[in-house]
C-alpha cells in the first residue's frame, strides 16, 4: 500500500521514539528542512487514519510530560510498513538512476 | 484565549462529533502553541499566514472526515443490502416501480401540460365560442363572421381577433385532382398568434379586402412535397376549385393550428384569407382566437365581451338573440380534460409512492428489529444515537438510489410504450425522459430515502433499544413494534382501497359508456369523406341533382359496398345543420322558435344502411325523388317535443336549409333517436328528407362493406371521378374505429388509474404478506406449544386469519373514508356512475379483503405447520 507523503513523515518522526502531535509538525518540518509543515487539521486526521489502521499506537507519557497531551508510537505494524515504503523507494530511485544513466549514455 | 484560536475552535465544530471528541482538544492546543511560536520568532505575518492556511486546513479535513464516514456507512449498507438480499431485492423493485410510475407520470404531465404552445407568449391566447345566453354551463360553439370582425372594434382586451374554418380545395390542373386539408383564415389570424413565416409573408388584412387577389401560403410539408423545397415558390400560382392562388408565403415548419387533437402534428396545408364582406350575422363556422392585451386577464376578458354581446344584441336583435359569448385561455381549451386526468394520476402515483415507502418501512423495521442486539452493542461502545440514525438514513438512501436508478430504467421503457397505447392524451407522443424529469426523479428518491428511513430511526430513538442486551433478543421487537408495523399496514390497505375504488368507478363508468345505445348499428358501416360540387361547375340545383343521381346510381353497383346511399350529415361527423324557418303547419309560427331541430338530407341507402330503427310509418325512400311530393322522416325526440300527444305521421311541417326557400312536408316516419355530435348527447330533434328534394353540393357517401377501407377508397373515388374527373379521390373511414375514438377517452381514465391501482393493490398485498409472515414467525413458539397442548391446525391458523381481517376491516374504513374524500375530484371523469357508487364501493372492499387474505393464506399455512417438537427443544 503506497503511503502519503504527510504520513510517511509522520511514520519517520514516529520512529524516532514516541510523540505528542505538536512534536511530530516539529520534527517533521526539521527533517525537511521547513519543506513539510503538517497544520493541525491534517495531522490528526492522519494520526486518526494510522491508528484505526494500527499502524501507531497509543503510550501513556511518562513522569516528564506534559499531562494534557497524548503520545505515540510506532507499533510493529507501521515499523513493517515504513520499511517496506523505504525499501519501494529506494527501488523507484535505483530504476529512475538506471534509467537516466542509459538516456545520458545514447 | 486569543481571537484566533476562538475563531479555530469554531471551525472546528464542523467536523464530525467522533473526532472533535478524540482530537478536538489537542488540535487546539497545537493550534495555539504554533500559532505562539511563530509569532515570536519569525513575526506577525508569519503568525497570520500560519494561521490562515490552519483554518482552511481545518475546513478540509472536517469535509474529508465527513465523506469518509459516509463513504463506510454506504460500504455498511452495501454489505447488509447483500447479506439479507431477498429482502432488499423486494425493497428496491418496490421503490423502482413506485419511482419508476411516478416519473412516467411526469414525464407525461411535462409533455401534455408543461410543453408551451407553439406560439409567441401563449399565456395570452384565448378562444371566443358562441354560447345561448340561457345556457351559461353550454359548451361553446362556433361563431358567425360579421361578429367576429365588429368584436375588435368594440371588445378593449384584446390586441387582436382572428378567426378560421376548415376548407379543403380540390387542386386542379395537374394530372389527377387532390384534395388538400386547409383552412380559412381572416385577415388577424397569423397576427394573433404571431407566426412568422419560413418564406415570403403570412396572410394580412390586405389579403381579406373583398376584391383582393387571391392569395394562399402553404405549409413547409406541402411546400417540400409539392414544390421540393423550392426558394421561388413565392409568386407561383395553383389551381385550387379551379380559381388561380398566388403563394405569398411559406409557414414554419412547426407551425399547427390550435386544435386539441391538431396539435398532435395534423397541419394544414393550404390556407387563404377570408373576404371580410362575408355571410351572413346568423351563420355560425368559425373558431375565434384572440390574443389579450397585456395586462388583461381571460376573466376581465369574459367581463368585456359580455358588454359586447349585449350591445350586438340589441343591434342585432333577430341574428343575435340569445347570443352570449364565452372566453376560454387557449390551454384550458385544449388541455383541460388531460390536466384533469393526469392530476388523478399524479394523485395516484403520491398514493403508490406512500404505498410503497410504507411497505419498504416495515421491512426495515423487520429488519432493525433483529439487529436489535447489533445496534444495542454498538450504543453500549460509546456510538452516538446520531451516528446510528445518520447511518440508518444512509442505508435508506443507498436502497433509495437502487430504486431510483432501476426506477429510471422502467420509466425509460414505459415513456417508449406510452405513445403507442394511444391514450386520449394531446402531445403525448412528445414524452420522453427530459433533463426535467430525471431532476423530478432524483427529488423523488431523495424523498423516498427520507419517507422510507423515518420510521426505522424513529425506533431508535426510542429507549428500549438499550434494554434488547438484557434480552435473548427472541422477543425482540415488543408489543410496540408490532403496532407500528400493523398501523402501516392499515394505512397502505386504506389507499390501496382508495385507488381501486377510483379505478372502480372509472371502469363503471366506462362500461356505461361503452353500453350506450348509439341508435345505428355502426359495425361494419363506412363514410366517405366529403364531396363537394364545385358552384363554378355545379351552379344550378338541376346540375348538383344530375350528379347525386348518377352517383347514388354507379355506387348501387359496386359489389363491396352494401346500401349505399348519400348523406349531408353523418353521425358524429361534427357537422350538424341547424333547420331554419322551421314550424309546424296550422300552429302560429312562433311556436317552433328557439327550438333547436338538426335538419339533414339523405338518399335512400344511407338509412338502410345505419340500420335505424323505424317506430313508426316509413323510411324514405326510392320514390322520393324532386318529383314526388316532399316528405320527412322525424326522430322520436322530434316528434316528443312537437307533437306530445298523438301521431306525428301524416302531420305537416315547414323546414329548410340555406338558400332553399322553405318547403311544406308531410312526415311519413319515425325513427329512434341516433347520436349525432358525441356519445353522451342528450336525444336531439332531428328532420331527415329526401336529398332529392333539397339539393345541397356537399354530402358524403355511407355503405356497408367487409372490405377494407383501402380498396373501398379506390372503388368510391372511382365512381365519383367516372362521373366527374376534376373532383379529387376520396378516403372512407370505419365507424367502429371512430366509435371506440370516442370513448377512448373514458378508457384512458379507466386503464391509467386502473393499471396504477393494480400495482397499488400488489404492493399493498405484499407489504400484508411480509407483516404476517413476520408475526408467525415471532409467534412460531406459541403455536409450537398450542399445537403440543392439543390446538388443532385449523384454530391456528384462524388465529392467523382473524387477525388479518381485523386490520383489512380497519383499513377498509379509513380507505373508504378516502375514498370518498377522493370521489369527488373524479365526478367530472364520471359518466352515469355516482361518485359514492354503492356496488363499486362493496366490490371493492370485498377485492381488498380476498386479496388480503389471500396474502396471509401462505404464512397461516406455515403456523400449521410448525412443529412443537423443534419448538420445544430449542428452548
Redesign the interface.
Known sequence: MKLSTAAFFVLVALAQGKRHGYAIIKDVEALTGGEVVLLPGTLYRLINQLFVDKWIVEVPGGANDDPRRRYYRLSANGRKALSSEVARLEDMVKVARKGRLLVGGA | MAASVVFYRLLLRM?PRE?RD??G???????A??SRQRADRRGRLAAWSFRA??YV??????L??HAAAIGSDVTYALRLMAKSWVSSAVVVVTLAIAIGVGATVFSAIEAVLLTPLPYDDPAQLVFIFDRPLDQPAAHGSETSLPNSLDWPQLAQSFSAIGSYANWTPTRTGAAVPQALPGQVVTGDFFRVLGVRPRLGRTLSEGDARPGAPYTIVISESYWRQAFGGASDVIGKTVLLNDLSYRIVGVLPGEFVMPRAASLNGHTSDVYRALPNNASERDAHYLITIARLRPGFSAQAAQGDMDRVAGLLRARFPVANANLAEHVVPMSVQLFGAARLMLSIALAAVVGIVLIACLNVSNILLGRIAERERELAVRLAVGASRRRLIGQLFVESAVLAVAGGTLGLVLCGLLVRVLPALRFDLPRIELVHVTPVVLLFTLGLTFACAIGIGTLPALTLTRARISGALDDAGRSGSGTRGKFTRSTVVVLELALALALVTGSGLLVRSFVALSAIDIGFKYDGVVASNEIMLPARRYPTVASQLAFAHALDRSLAGQPDLQSPGLMVSTPLSNENYNAEGFRIQGRPSTAGANRTVEYNAVTPGALQSLRLHLLRGRLINAGDTEHSSPVAVVTKAFARESFPSGSPIGQRIVIAYGANPPWGRTIVGVVDDFKMESLTEAPMAQVIVPLYQDMMPTFQVVGRTRVSNERLASEISLAVRSIDRELPARHVDAYAAFVSGQRSSASTAAILLGFIALLGLLLASLGTYGVVAYSVGQRAREFGIRRALGANAWAIASSVLVGVMALCGAGILLGLALSAAGARAISALLYHVSPFDPLTFFAVALTLSATALGAAAAPALRATRVDPVAILRHD
Open positions: 467536523c473526532f478524540n482530537y482538544d489537542q488540535a487546539i492546543e497545537t493550534f502553541e504554533i492556511s490552519a486546513d481545518i475546513l478540509v479535513t472536517a474529508r472526515e
